[in-house]
């Protein structure tokens, strides 16, 4: 985390320009490639071959400036590509926060979905431009574009959540989103 990212932040305003896909003020921006998803996707031999074909990113994240610590309340913009990867779509890392603690997230743009696992029961939330996804406490989660365009969502969460990338690698997401002949298809984790 950069001291910037850290500092305390006073009330503020913060415009979101969907076109440019800019936040200003702004805080810390991610970009996930293909390479950084190592171990998600159930295919390893497509997901090296697309490492090696050019590594494309498959989705971005940008932060505002409000700082990822306890009590504050921190928001992101994350951006998912279209496509697939032997038919899985593509999606985020997905993670657990290690606390349990809730989030949620408004869809921006394009068309996604939200996956939660509890370790035992999976659910499935549609996501379009308005809707609201909500996450209880314990439910890790993953976001998938399900569409031909990006697909773009805010997040709002606790400032002490946390990522817990560990616990995805562990217990899955008890579900895969593939795509479809009528939109998505999911098929269990350990599925071939
Ligand atoms: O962290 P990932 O599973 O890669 O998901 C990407 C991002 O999605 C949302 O924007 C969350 O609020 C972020 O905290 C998260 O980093
Ligand atoms: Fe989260």
Redesign the pocket.
Known sequence: MSQYHALPVPPMSIRFDQSAGTLSPEGPT?T?RMSDLEGLFRDHAAWQKAVADGDPVV?S?ISSPVPEIDRELPQ?I?TIQPGTTAGELWM????QHPNHQG?IYLGISGRGGLLMFDGTETRWVEMTPGTIGYMPPGWAH??VNIGDEPYSFL?V?PGGAG?DYGWVLEHGMGLRALSGTDGVEFVDYVEG
């Open positions: 991610l996930r989705y994240v992101s994350t985020t890392k997905g993670h989030e993953r976001s997040a969460y990522h």
